[in-house]
């Protein structure tokens, strides 16, 4: 008897790529941060929320603030 089935559909029956454009650049403008161009934030695709904040604020930070923009 099969109790799961476990599969990633990003990209296989969905394309959730926009979803995650709209999502960070509504993070950043909450908290007062320019809106990222759809094709800098498409580059650290497959990468943590926080690794991704942190490659696009492309400046000096502290890890709070990438908690605060990640919440």
Same mark, same amino acid.
């Given at each position: 008897?099969?109790? =799961? %089935?476990?599969?990633?559909?990003?990209?296989?029956?969905?394309? =959730?790529?926009?979803?995650? %454009?709209?999502?960070?650049?509504? &993070?950043? &403008? =909450?908290?007062? *941060?320019?809106?990222?161009? /759809?094709?800098?934030? +498409?580059? *650290? +695709?497959?990468?943590?929320?926080?690794?991704?904040?942190? &490659?696009?604020?492309?400046? /000096? *930070? %502290?890890? &709070?603030?990438?908690?605060?923009?990640?919440?």
């Amino acid at each position: 008897m099969i109790r =799961a %089935v476990i599969f990633d559909l990003d990209g296989t029956l969905i394309d =959730a790529l926009l979803g995650h %454009v709209i999502t960070i650049n509504r &993070a950043f &403008a =909450a908290k007062g *941060y320019p809106e990222q161009k /759809p094709e800098e934030i +498409y580059k *650290y +695709y497959g990468q943590t929320v926080n690794e991704i904040i942190r &490659a696009l604020l492309k400046r /000096p *930070y %502290v890890d &709070a603030e990438i908690e605060e923009i990640a919440r």
